[in-house]
């Protein structure tokens, strides 16, 4: 998945630290490769002046094909998600990964509540959790 990964807007200067973050994201989180069936790539954007007080950080963006959804739980399946999954990446102080939805914390290994799993409930209180990743640098992007 790596080697399909699109990269927008990555200074020169930081395209292998990138690189090898978003490495360190597919290792730690390996449900995002081994769901992604159908021929689906994440796009990933650079921001250089953070997210929400970050230093700079990485957003990784990845639609889901319908194909792919269908292995998902039933309750990641429904039309609210989407699909699709987003995170943003943080090379800073701490580095690791921040997310508030379902899909990509259930992709990643977290936990997300079997009533949303299962849709028994389809309401979804946006809070940040935070997947520290060892494996990238500190301030390096």
């Not at 921001?47 to 929400?52: D, I, L, Q, S, V």
């Not at 943003?88 to 009533?115: F, H, R, T, Y």
Request: glycine share 8%; charged share 25%; net charge negative.
């Amino acid at each position: 998945m790596l080697e399909k990964t699109q990269f927008h807007n990555i200074p020169e200067n930081k395209k292998d630290v990138t690189r090898s973050a978003i490495a360190s994201l597919l290792k730690i989180c390996p449900n995002i490769e081994k769901y992604s069936t159908h021929g689906e790539n994440l796009k990933v954007y650079y921001y250089e002046n953070g997210w929400e007080r970050t230093a700079a950080h990485l957003d990784v963006e990845l639609d889901l094909d319908p194909a792919s959804l269908k292995a998902l739980p039933q309750g990641l399946r429904d039309p609210q998600w989407g699909g699709h999954m987003e995170l943003g990446l943080s090379g800073g102080k701490v580095p690791g990964a921040i997310m508030e939805m379902p899909l990509p914390l259930w992709l990643c290994g977290l936990p997300v509540d079997d009533d949303i799993l299962s849709s028994l409930k389809r309401d979804w209180v946006q809070q940040k959790q935070f997947l520290a990743i060892p494996d990238i640098m500190t301030n390096s992007f």
